[in-house]
């Protein structure tokens, strides 16, 4: 009988494996998943070690992706991986192609030292590898669009193409808008990570009277979709929410949702009337692996379970825009 086998991806896969996606994700007209893995093999620290196909007589008939990830979990800086996508060929597919992929990549992960895997999947399958749900959540500040408005004198406003020397002090914006939440996605120094691949997402330096003080991230068709925006203080932010709300087309759009966390600094001036959303799902998962830092993850997503710690809010880095 003969038994597929599993390594490491290779060049000559990448036509196959983007061919495998392409046949696995069919849920619309586009390639997203071929075209993040393409992307994402442009990191800096990819490592094609946790890119893993199983090959079955010289077929490639599934394929797994591990990508590095720093993560910022209670103050610690933890290394940490996406587990995104999983492909497994339709013809091939209920034959434990897909176990066999994530128990190989979990193994790898421990072996090269790495502390946690996130994933977005069903709950009912991962579950089976240690995976546990409800680990993040979203978070939304919804602010009705009537009592969004500024008395003083609006300053100029506009946006741009982030530069690579706004680096520096977009994480310095990040860190004072996201870095308190006790879960986070820490975004890379590289200008890849800070513009989108995806020609439908809009990623803006925002210059206020030609100093930079923001960033935002949005759907250029629907502009109420914003995945990101920081500030480099609530002045600022004041000035991003009100220069938002006049993209909204108000027929549409009652509130401006902003996805910050209620316990933003960002929020501390704001006068507007706002709520706070937050949902989190049984798909939002993780694993926890080995390190330094296991038995803290391990209190920490215990807690959460428990609902005695809150949970964080993840921003996706910008290859995710793609699907």
């Not at 849920?27 to 620290?45: A, D, Q």
């Not at 741009?160 to 914006?173: F, Q, S």
Request: hydrophobic share 40%; aromatic share 10%.
């Amino acid at each position: 009988m003969t038994l597929w086998m599993i390594r490491s991806e290779l060049p000559s896969d990448f036509h196959a494996i983007a061919e495998l996606h392409a046949l696995a994700f069919a849920y619309s007209f586009g390639m997203g998943e071929t075209t993040l893995v393409s992307t994402l093999r442009t990191r800096k620290n990819f490592e094609p070690e946790l890119s893993l196909v199983c090959v079955l007589n010289d077929q490639v008939i599934g394929h797994i992706l591990f990508t590095p990830q720093d993560f910022l979990i209670e103050g610690n800086k933890v290394n940490g991986l996406m587990l995104s996508p999983l492909a497994v060929h339709p013809d091939y597919q209920k034959l434990g192609v897909g176990s066999a992929l994530i128990t190989e990549g979990l193994r790898n992960a421990r072996d090269k030292g790495y502390e946690l895997s996130t994933v977005l999947g069903h709950p009912h399958f991962y579950t089976r590898f240690g995976f546990k749900g409800k680990a993040w959540m979203d978070e939304k500040v919804k602010i009705p669009l009537e009592t969004i408005f500024i008395t003083e004198p609006v300053p100029s406003i506009r946006e741009r193409r982030v530069e690579l020397a706004d680096l520096p002090k977009l994480r310095d914006m990040w860190e004072s808008t996201y870095g308190h939440s006790p879960f986070s996605i820490i975004p890379g120094n590289s200008l890849l990570d800070w513009i989108s691949p995806a020609n439908t997402i809009q990623a803006s330096a925002i210059l206020i009277d030609e100093e930079l003080a923001g960033y935002v991230r949005y759907n250029v068709a629907d502009p109420g979709l914003i995945t990101m925006v920081i500030a480099i203080d609530s002045a600022a932010f004041i000035h991003i929410t009100h220069y938002l709300k006049g993209k909204l087309n108000p027929l549409q759009y009652t509130h401006l949702l902003l996805p910050i966390s209620s316990l933003s600094p960002l929020l501390h001036q704001l006068d507007w009337a706002y709520d706070i959303s937050n949902e989190t799902y049984a798909e939002y998962m993780v694993i926890v692996l080995d390190g330094p830092t296991r038995p803290i993850l391990l209190s920490y997503f215990n807690d959460i379970q428990n609902g005695t710690k809150t949970r964080g809010f993840l921003i996706w880095p910008t290859e995710f825009d793609l699907c």
